[in-house]
């Protein structure tokens, strides 16, 4: 199969000029102004942005987390993210506690194997037991297997995911030894915990509490924490979901000194503020994810460490859960309600409405937090995360007129409800590829079944090949 995209503006980290580009077989193999060459199928870009397609390394398909799954499988969830122009996802793996790391990635493979992706899929293992089942020994060995990130949950108290600070801190030194990078959700657990019990207590079980019980402080502690004990442990950080000035703070801090910390917010921290999470009856239930909706000054503040990279990565933490029967399992205590938003198909879309048309960022910025950081980050660059010869044709052909309202109906995940209803942009997908293969053509899924792979992931600061 050969694809010439015609006369597109391509845009990369660093780039940005008119050209054609050549992909043949799953490789981009000619860039070039009027390339002369005969294609299967020739793409008029011209008037469109050629870009590089998004890596989202912060998503949970098929996950048992608060009681329930999450609504999207490995298939749901990536065609979802194809039509937003995402072509690979780095997808959660959770430890059971009691079990072993194979035992969990057995799992996760299978999984893959039976739900199909359309995209490309590369797994961080989320440690939660050293003691039993997970050895440190083993937890070495996985960037053999392509397993270089590994995530710790701070957070949750209470719950099988939690980890206590030896946990974290020896699995950082884990690290430190072998090249992989550590990721936190970084709250102060123990401190929620006393504040939900408390908030029960006096009777207060509306979803609104779910943010009132998560005080910003309880991130910027936790943030805190994670940057200096991986500092003693010598490795690099990952901070996952930032979403107020309190986490941001340290995160600068470290970076000014050096430090390998990397920051990385999610599009609902650029749009959703608290006043959606306290609405009459069970509404605010929809808003419900941890960290929760923030005041609107962290809003902007956000949107600033991503113009001064004190954050360097947007991601989603796509995890939806259904309003109508899965919300509602804590429709009598917030503390109930399954955490997790659903969005892996609008983050390019916000990106570009609202930090490239309101004149935030330029377009390069644009791409080095929805494509190419993520995969340096995460060692898939320059097999993907850009545009040159010998990479992985993973492109987005992007339409930056396009008008759309976001609502339920545009969106391709299962869950039944957009986080962002209503919200007007203008700039879309128009056609999406994925290792050389049409994925989205238009409002059509043309993917071949299973053409997502799983992609082995090089250490952190290394390269993976082309
Ligand atoms: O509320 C959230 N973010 N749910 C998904 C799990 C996590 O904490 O990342
Ligand atoms: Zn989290
Ligand atoms: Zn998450």
Redesign the pocket.
């Known amino acids: 199969m050969s694809i010439l995209i015609r006369g597109g503006r391509i845009i990369t980290a660093a780039d940005d000029y008119v050209a054609d580009i050549y992909v043949e077989d799953e490789r981009i193999s000619l860039i070039g102004e009027s390339l002369d060459v005969q294609a299967d199928r020739v793409i008029d870009a011209s008037g469109k942005y050629v870009l590089p397609g998004g890596i989202d390394v ?1 998503t ?1 398909m098929d ?1 048992f ?2 009681g329930t799954t ?1 609504a999207d499988n490995h298939y749901d969830g990536t065609v979802s993210g194809a039509f937003g122009g995402t072509t690979t996802i780095v997808d ?1 793996v959770i430890q059971t506690p009691g079990e072993s790391f194979a035992a969990a990635l057995a799992g996760a493979h299978e999984k893959l194997e039976r739900n199909k992706p359309v995209i490309d899929v590369g797994f961080h293992l989320a440690v939660t037991d050293l003691k039993n089942g997970g050895s440190l020994e083993d937890l070495a060995q996985l960037p053999d297997e392509g397993i270089t990130s590994y995530k710790l ?1 701070m ?2 108290k209470g719950t099988p ?1 939690y980890v206590d600070d030896e946990t974290l801190f020896r699995t950082m030194q884990v690290a430190a030894e072998n090249g992989s990078l550590v990721m936190v ?1 970084a709250e102060n657990a123990d401190v929620i915990d006393v504040l939900v019990k408390k908030a029960l207590a006096q009777g207060n079980t509306a979803p609104k509490y779910h943010a009132l019980t998560r005080p910003p402080e309880t991130e910027g502690e936790a943030t805190n924490r994670a940057i200096q004990l991986a500092h003693i442990a010598g490795c690099p950080l990952y901070v ?2 930032v979403s107020c000035l309190d986490a941001i703070q340290p995160i600068e801090r470290a970076r000014e000194q050096g430090w390998e910390v990397t920051g990385e917010t ?1 599009t609902q921290y650029l749009r959703v503020d608290n006043s959606f999470i306290d609405q009459p009856g069970f509404e605010g239930a929809k808003y ?4 929760p909706p923030r005041e609107k000054q962290h809003l902007e503040a956000v949107w600033e460490a991503l113009q001064s990279d004190a954050l360097s990565v947007v991601s989603t ?1 796509h ?1 939806p859960f259904r309003f109508k029967d899965q919300k509602t399992i804590g429709k009598d205590d917030f503390s109930k309600i ?4 659903p969005g892996i198909e609008e983050r390019l879309k916000i990106l570009h409405e609202f930090g490239v048309r309101a004149g935030r960022f330029d377009l390069n910025r644009l791409v080095q937090l929805f494509a190419t950081t993520p995969a340096k980050i995460f060692g898939l660059y320059p097999r993907k995360g850009t545009i040159v010869t010998g990479s992985d044709a993973d492109l987005v052909v992007f339409d930056p007129e396009k008008k759309q309202t976001l609502s339920v109906e545009t969106h391709h995940s299962t869950c039944d409800y957009n986080l962002f209803e209503g919200t007007e942009v203008t700039g879309m997908p128009e056609v999406v590829i994925v290792r050389g293969q049409l994925v989205v053509d238009g409002d059509e899924l043309v993917a071949p079944t299973g053409h997502g792979q799983f992609i082995k992931r090089a250490r952190y600061g290394e390269r993976l090949s082309q």
């Open positions: 912060h949970h996950t987390f608060g999450t959660f949950f957070a949750y995911v959700h996952v979901h999610c419900v994810y941890t960290p933490d995890a399954p955490n997790g938003p």
